[in-house]
């Protein structure tokens, strides 16, 4: 199988999934007006999805490395793809955090980043995995990108709800990729721990090593701070144009920008991995993150202040991936990279369900998002600082087996 397809199915894959997640946020005020639920409800069923997002990578992860990735995608595509046909008719928070939290989130996960960059692990050389994840982190990107003016001209055409129902039938475009993933890596180890006699670790082996790993818990502790900042943004951001007093246009095209410039982050971040240090590259990305903040903060609140902020945190956006991912395959191996980079994930999302519910609540309380971003600054410093005592090298050890 040639490497291109390979990185095409897998960006394909991720650039629908989170490009019309990452779009969701065009449609809160619409959902607002249409249900009368008020911002902060609506933020919660915002917020479920993150979490719950998150906690369907490991065990989706875990699946993935012992049946195949091919199944789970091809689950998880028609679960992000019938959650968001039907949310248009929800009328109540329930309603809205079973199609926004439970289908479209849970199915993202499924067919998310801890699948796909496993997957592309397993099907390309040891050599370029950096960059390809770099290439796979950059579709995802490209599908903000992409679906961000999208979602705003059918809106203008055929009004919000058939919007958000046509973004859910283009999801359907990536069930190909199924055939192009299909496979899974616990055969692979366990065929190579055969021939160097070592037996695979079981995966409860493999997690009770992670988490006993002082590096694994500092790497799942600043991407919490990750989830926190990139979730807040994917939310709030077209509500931050709003509260500037800018026109909503600008929070479309600031989410597009966001999308556009990490295509640009992830590729030049898959193109670091393996020349410099990758917690070192992870303490630069959250740095640049909270000094970008109070820069914002600082500024007149104009159209272009906001397209160039936008521009700067797309760069930062989820080139976090690359790094943090080559840390899980460096320290831990390939076997059960899925399952183990899924529960990085998971702490992700723990910080991305706050991000997206802080934001609603905080504005509804306060009627600004300035206490959100003095928040983001803080941690963003922490996750900085949590990055540099990583230890990157081979952890994980299997055990000799029974002879």
Not at 33 to 41: D, E, K, V
Not at 100 to 113: E, F, K, S, T, W
Not at 141 to 159: R, V
Request: glycine residues 12%.
């Amino acid at each position: 199988m040639t490497l291109w397809l390979v990185l095409l199915a897998a960006a394909g894959t991720f650039a629908l999934t989170m490009g019309v997640r990452q779009t969701m946020g065009l449609f809160l005020s619409a959902l607002n007006t249409s249900t009368a639920l008020g911002i902060g409800s609506i933020s919660l069923a915002f917020a479920f999805g993150q979490l719950w997002w998150g906690l369907t990578q490991p065990f989706a992860g875990a699946v993935a490395d012992r049946i195949g990735t091919g199944r789970v995608i091809f689950v998880g595509v028609l679960l992000v793809a019938i959650g968001t046909i039907i949310t248009p008719l929800m009328t109540t928070t329930a309603g809205l955090i079973f199609a926004i939290g439970v289908l479209a989130a849970g199915g993202a996960g499924m067919a998310g980043p801890s699948v796909l960059m496993a997957a592309t692990t397993r099907l390309v050389p040891q050599e370029k995995r950096g960059l390809a994840s770099g290439i796979v982190n950059a579709g995802g990107s490209f599908g903000q990108f992409a679906m961000a003016p999208i979602a705003i001209g059918l809106t203008a055409s055929i009004g919000w709800a058939s919007a958000m129902q046509w973004l859910g039938v283009f999801l359907l475009l990536a069930l190909p990729a199924v055939w192009v993933l299909k496979g899974n890596l616990q055969a692979i180890a366990a065929q190579a721990a055969a021939a160097s006699g070592t037996k695979a670790l079981s995966a409860r082996e493999a997690i009770s090593q992670a988490l006993a790993t002082p590096s694994y818990r500092y790497l799942s502790l600043g991407f919490l701070v990750c989830g926190f900042h990139v979730a807040f943004l994917a939310t709030h951001l077209p509500g931050v144009v709003a509260a500037c007093g800018l026109p909503p246009e600008i929070g479309g095209w600031a989410l597009a920008m966001i999308g556009l410039f990490n295509i640009v982050g992830s590729l030049a971040m898959g193109w670091a991995v393996g020349r410099w240090r990758m917690k070192s590259l992870l303490a630069l990305l959250y740095a640049t993150r909270g000094l970008a903040v109070l820069a914002f903060l600082l500024a007149p609140k104009t159209p272009a202040v906001m397209l160039v902020f936008a521009a700067v945190m797309g760069v930062t956006f989820l080139s976090t991936v690359p790094p943090t991912a080559g840390l899980v395959a460096k320290m831990f191996g390939t076997a059960n990279m899925a399952m183990l980079f899924g529960i990085v994930m998971l702490a992700h999302q723990i910080g991305g369900f706050f991000g997206a519910f802080l934001g609603g609540y905080v504005f509804q309380a306060t009627g600004s998002y300035d206490w959100v971003w003095y928040i983001d600054i803080v941690l963003a410093a922490g996750a900085a600082l949590v990055n540099l005592p990583i230890r990157e090298t081979l952890l994980l050890r299997s055990p000799k087996a029974a002879t």
